[in-house]
């Protein structure tokens, strides 16, 4: 394999990768939480469209086990992106990283939506950050 991490020139795809990569941990750590119903549901942190199901706490059981299982997917997804950026030199890799990048800045804006917290809205500096990064890298592998 051609894993970028020993080449001074990517150190900003390194620090892409090492952001998603704790992103990942953080996923998965915060998804088993929820699937096991040790912690409830943050409001903050969910869309205006599903706080209506947290008020019965049937719906509320069963919606943050759901949420837990999708939290842990996401974060299988960010660990399949940190490992993208970490390999890099392939167009597959790139793709990978570039559109679930794309698919988080969406996501966290659809959360935010109405809604101010740090966390997301630090997310999503990070993301149009790595976006950017991705973006200028293929364009400098295009015409250099």
């Known amino acids: 394999m051609n894993w970028i991490l020993f080449e001074i020139k990517n150190i900003p795809l390194i620090l892409c990768g090492l952001f998603y ?27 205006d469209r599903f706080v209506h199901k947290l008020e019965d706490e049937h719906k509320k059981g069963r919606f943050t086990i759901t949420m837990g299982f999708v939290t842990f997917v ?9 490992f993208s950026l970490f390999h890099g030199h392939s167009p597959v890799y790139y793709w990978i990283a570039l559109g679930f990048t794309v698919f988080s800045i969406l996501s966290v804006s659809v959360k935010l939506k109405g809604k101010i917290n740090a966390f997301p809205l630090m997310k999503s500096v990070f993301y149009v950050m790595i976006l950017v990064i991705l973006l200028l890298k293929s364009s400098r592998a295009l015409f250099f």
């Open 74 to 82: 996401v974060g299988l997804v960010q660990g399949l992106t940190a």
């Open 21 to 47: 990569s704790v992103l990942c941990i953080f996923s998965i750590v915060t998804g088993l939480i929820y699937m096991s119903g040790k912690k409830e549901l943050n409001p903050l942190e969910l869309p």
